[in-house]
């Protein structure tokens, strides 16, 4: 099966001092519990972090995960998956999973992977929301491992995907859960207020 890596070694600079992956959402760590989704798919998962000891390792040590250090996440996005997808074991392609997206859930992870496996003649599969706008997760074939290699700033992924239009899968999943992340602590507040927060899926 497509292994899952979380991308959970950013700096969470706009949170002035605060961990957004650390924040609770039922008393679960944000990255336990995208942790926990990516499990119930039956994925392999693999989480790439900033250190062997930061906080965040603390919150999956007894999950069926296994960390990925990634010394060049300091560099942002693009050092992380550097790093992170160069220690993935041989697959036929990989899942990119964004630690941050709060109201994702295994549902809409296994649907893109079904996406994966119902039209293989694609080399990217990609989430979005329910208008369409692209977003998270997504799956990238592995003849498009070693263009990883050669990432660099902040970017991520997103000169790899654009680069592949025609061969880019996009798959619709409910609400704005494809884009839905969290960045200051103004953020947290406002979306803790709303319905969306006391509506988020558990599963």
Known sequence: M????????????????????????????????????????????????????HPRAAVITDLDVTPLITPDATEGMSGTMRNAIAQLPPCPAFMILLADLVALDTADLRTVLHAHDTHPDHLIWRGTTEDGQPGHPIIFDSSLRPAFAKLTGDSGGAAIVKAQPAQTRLVRLPGQRALL???????WADWRASIAFNEIPET
């Open 2 to 53: 497509i292994p899952i890596l979380i991308l959970a070694a950013g700096s969470s600079s706009r949170m002035r001092g605060k961990d957004k992956l650390l924040e609770k959402l039922n008393n679960q760590p944000v990255l336990r519990r995208q942790a926990q989704r990516a499990i119930a798919t039956g994925a392999q998962v693999f989480i790439a972090l900033p250190d062997a000891d």
């Open 181 to 187: 992340d969290l960045d200051t602590p103004e953020d």
